[in-house]
C-alpha cells in the first residue's frame, strides 16, 4: 500500500502546526479586541452560492471549484472563500436588517489551482466581514487591525498595504466596455487566456503576467478615470483617515481582484519574501453582495488572511533567530525530580518559554549533544552537586558556551534577564 497525499493538500508537521496556532491566536486576539465576534461556517454550500457571488466567469468558479452532486443528486461545493457562505449565514440567521455587525471566521479553504510554495489546493483562511457601515472609517479600521495583526506577529516590516478603487458596478461596466475596445485592436497579440477574458472578464486581463499583454496594457484605458464621484470621495476620504493614522499605504491601479463582488476599496496586503506567492491579506467592499443574493440592501466590507503564507513567512522568521527555549539535563533516580521541578517552575515564571526536559537514561554527554541539537539556547545542569547546594548549572550552547551557577530560586529572573538582552542584541 502506498498512499500519499493528495496533491497540493499539505500534511502540517508539528512546527508548522505550532505557528499557524500561533498566528491564530494573535488574530484571535486583536479581533476580539475590535468587537469581531466568531461563528462557525460550514465547509459545504450549495454550488449556487459560490455561481452567484464569486461570478460564474471567474477562475474559481470556472474551474477551481470542488464540485459534486450529494446522493440526493443536490450540486455542493467545498466552500473556496468565505465571503460568500458569511454572507448567506448572516443573511438566514437574521443578523442582518437594520443592524451592524462585526463577524470573523477560521478555517480550510479548496481550490483546484496549480499547487506551488504558498499556493494549495486546501488553506487556511481567518476572515472578517462587517455588515451595515458603508462609510470608509470601517475600511480603514479593518487596515488598522491587519496592522496590528501583523505588529503583534513581527512581521509588520515585511507586509505592505495596496489600496484600489474599483467603483460601482456602473463604472466598472463603462470601464470594461472602454478596455475591451481598445484590447480588441490588439486581439491577436494577447495570451490565449486574456483573449478569452475578452467576452468573459476582461477586467481580469489587468492581472495576466504574460509580458506582452502587459506591455500592451501599458496604454490602456485605466480605471481611476472611470470610478464614479461618489466612490472617489469615499476613496479620498480613506486615504485621508491613514494617512491622518499613520498607516502607510500605496495606490495600486492594477488591484482588480480575482472575485466579482468588489466595490469601491480594494486592497492587498503583500510581501516580497515569498517569491510569487506574495499575497498574504485581501478584502475590500463588496456593498451589492447581500442584495444580490436575495438580501435586503446592506454595505458589507471584509478581509482574509491566509495562514499557510503567513506561517511560511513567520517560519522563515524562526530560522533565523530561534525559538528562545531551554533544556534540563539531570540523572533518572535522584535528580530528575529536582529537574521536573525546576522546569515546572520556570514555566510558571516564563510563560512564553519553552522548557524541555531530558526523559530516559543517557550519560551527560549524550544529553548535553541532544541539548545542542534541540535549538536551545542555554542548557539547565542539575547534577547531584546542584541538588545538594540548591542551585542550577546553566550552561549558554549558542552564545560563549560559558556556565554559571545559579541558586534555584533566582532562575527565573536569571533567564528572562538573559533573554531579554538576547532579543535586545538581535
Ligand atoms: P482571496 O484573495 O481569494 O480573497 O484570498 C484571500 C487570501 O487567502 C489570499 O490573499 C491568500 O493569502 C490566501 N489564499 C488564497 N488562495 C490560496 C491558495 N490557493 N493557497 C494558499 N493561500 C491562498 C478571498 O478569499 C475573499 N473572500 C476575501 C474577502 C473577505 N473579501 C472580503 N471579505
Redesign the pocket.
Known amino acids: 500500500m502506498n498512499i500519499k497525499s493528495v496533491r497540493g493538500m499539505q500534511d502540517l508537521l508539528p512546527a508548522q502546526k505550532r505557528i499557524f496556532r500561533l498566528i491564530e491566536d494573535v488574530a484571535r486576539d486583536v479581533l476580539g479586541g475590535y468587537g469581531y465576534q466568531e461563528i462557525g461556517l460550514p465547509q459545504l454550500e450549495q454550488t449556487q452560492l459560490f455561481k452567484r457571488s464569486v461570478g460564474e466567469n471567474t477562475d474559481i468558479v470556472e474551474k477551481e471549484m470542488y464540485t459534486f452532486d450529494d446522493r440526493n443528486g443536490e450540486s455542493l461545493t467545498l466552500r473556496p ?3 460568500a457562505g458569511c454572507v448567506r449565514f448572516a443573511e438566514e440567521n437574521g443578523l442582518l436588517f437594520n443592524q451592524v455587525q462585526r463577524l470573523f471566521y477560521s478555517g480550510a ?1 479548496f ?1 483546484y ?1 496549480r499547487p506551488q510554495k ?4 486546501q ?1 487556511e ?1 481567518i ?1 472578517a ?1 462587517c455588515f451595515g457601515m458603508a462609510g470608509p472609517d470601517i475600511d480603514a479600521e479593518l487596515l488598522l487591525m491587519n496592522a496590528r495583526i501583523w505588529r503583534r506577529l513581527g512581521l509588520d516590516a515585511d507586509i505592505t498595504l495596496e489600496l484600489n478603487s474599483l467603483g460601482d458596478a456602473e463604472s466598472r461596466m463603462r470601464y470594461a466596455s472602454e478596455l475591451v475596445s481598445y484590447l480588441q485592436t490588439y486581439a491577436a497579440e494577447l495570451d490565449d487566456d486574456s483573449r478569452r477574458r475578452l467576452d468573459s472578464n476582461p477586467m481580469r486581463i489587468l492581472d495576466s503576467k504574460v509580458e506582452k499583454t502587459q506591455e500592451i496594457l501599458r496604454d490602456a484605458p485605466l480605471l481611476s478615470e472611470f470610478v464614479d464621484d461618489e466612490s472617489r470621495a469615499h476613496f479620498d476620504e480613506l486615504c485621508q483617515l491613514l494617512t491622518d493614522l499613520g498607516l502607510a499605504f500605496r495606490i495600486n491601479t492594477s488591484i482588480v ?3 466579482d463582488y468588489y466595490n469601491r476599496t480594494v486592497f ?1 496586503w503583500v510581501t516580497d519574501s515569498l517569491g510569487a ?1 506574495g ?6 467592499r ?1 456593498d451589492g453582495l447581500v442584495e444580490q443574493l436575495g438580501g435586503r440592501p446592506t454595505p458589507g ?6 495562514l ?2 503567513l506561517a511560511l513567512m513567520k517560519a522563515q522568521q524562526e530560522e533565523e533567530s530561534p525559538a528562545a527555549h531551554v533544556y534540563v539535563v539531570s540523572q533518572p533516580g535522584s535528580t530528575r525530580s529536582a529537574a521536573l521541578q525546576v522546569a515546572e517552575d520556570l514555566r510558571d515564571e516564563m510563560p512564553g518559554c519553552t522548557v524541555l526536559v531530558h526523559c530516559g537514561a543517557g550519560k551527560f554527554k549524550a544529553q548535553m549533544k541532544k541539548a545542542d541539537a534541540s535549538g536551545a539556547e542555554l542548557a539547565l545542569i542539575l547534577g547531584e552537586d546542584e541538588v545538594a547546594a540548591g542551585t542550577v548549572s546553566v550552561k549558554s550552547l549558542r552564545r560563549d558556551g560559558s556556565q554559571e551557577q545559579i541558586q534555584k530560586e533566582s532562575l527565573g529572573t536569571w533567564c528572562r534577564a538573559y533573554f531579554d538582552k538576547e532579543k535586545n542584541v538581535g
Request: aromatic share 12%; hydrophobic share 25%; net charge neutral.
Open positions: 472563500e468565505g465571503t479553504m481550490r489551482e504558498g499556493r494549495y489546493r488553506f483562511q476572515g466581514e481582484r480575482g472575485l492587498e506567492q499575497t498574504v491579506c485581501a478584502g475590500g463588496y466590507v471584509g478581509f482574509a488572511m491566509g499557510d503564507r
